[in-house]
């Protein structure tokens, strides 16, 4: 059964305490693994896409990067601004291909 | 450029009542998902619509049904409402190069 286990399940960080948000996934086959940003009551927002494993991706403090069975969200210096609950979904070939499959997500809060 | 705008944003329903959930995609999206949300965690796939058909369903009950229109745009039906179909449901759409976009949801709460 296609998985996606996300840790921690929260992180509590001060300002500019820089960490990494963990995703692992047990598919049968990745098409893509995407990472969105989630805003409590909130839709999820898009921010990154990586399609292969070595692949890098980086957008202001946070950088997304991908391995045959893991991805990471590093933060690096985070702001208050960035306290968010951040989510992982793969989408795949075979059973479940054609929607995503979320973690749980990651909660994160920084501190002033 | 509107991204997906769903209404209403929220609502709150009685035990064993019927609800519409209305979706409209992102402009030149011509595919729309569903996705139900529970409080803490991460949204769960409902179903698919391509083409006005109902492309692939995630493990939901058929009290959840859909519908898409020429123009792209979706509905989300319930039928009989539990206290546990209350969450944030989430419409999606995307193009063809797979990338999807999320509306900002529709909180449901079953009283």
């Known amino acids: 059964e296609d998985q996606v286990t996300q840790s921690p399940e929260a992180l509590r960080l001060q300002e500019g305490e820089s960490s990494s948000l963990n995703c692992s996934y047990t598919?049968?086959?990745?098409?893509?693994l995407f990472w969105y940003r989630q805003d409590p009551g909130k839709g999820p927002e898009f921010l990154f896409t990586l399609y292969s494993a070595g692949e890098e991706k980086e957008k202001e403090r946070l950088k997304a990067t991908l391995t045959k069975k893991e991805s990471f969200l590093h933060i690096t210096a985070p702001k208050p601004e960035d306290s968010a609950t951040y989510l992982c979904a793969s989408y795949n070939y075979g059973g479940s291909q054609g929607n995503l499959i979320f973690g749980k997500g990651t909660k994160l809060s920084v501190k002033p | 450029d509107a991204g997906v705008t769903q209404s209403p944003t929220h609502l709150i329903k009685t035990r064993g009542q019927q609800v519409t959930l209305r979706c409209s995609p992102k402009s030149g999206h011509d595919t729309v998902s569903w996705y139900q949300q529970a409080l803490g965690q991460g949204p769960q796939f409902i179903f698919q619509y391509y083409e006005e058909e109902e492309r692939q369903r995630g493990n939901f009950p058929d009290r959840f049904s859909g519908h898409q229109f020429p123009n792209y745009s979706s509905e989300l039906n319930v039928n009989a409402l539990l206290l546990g179909d209350s969450a944030l449901y989430l419409c999606?759409?995307?193009?063809?190069?797979?990338?999807?976009?999320f509306g900002s949801g529709t909180r449901l709460t079953v009283v």
């Open positions: 598919v049968s086959g990745l098409r893509g």
């Open positions: 999606a759409s995307r193009s063809m190069n797979y990338g999807y976009t």
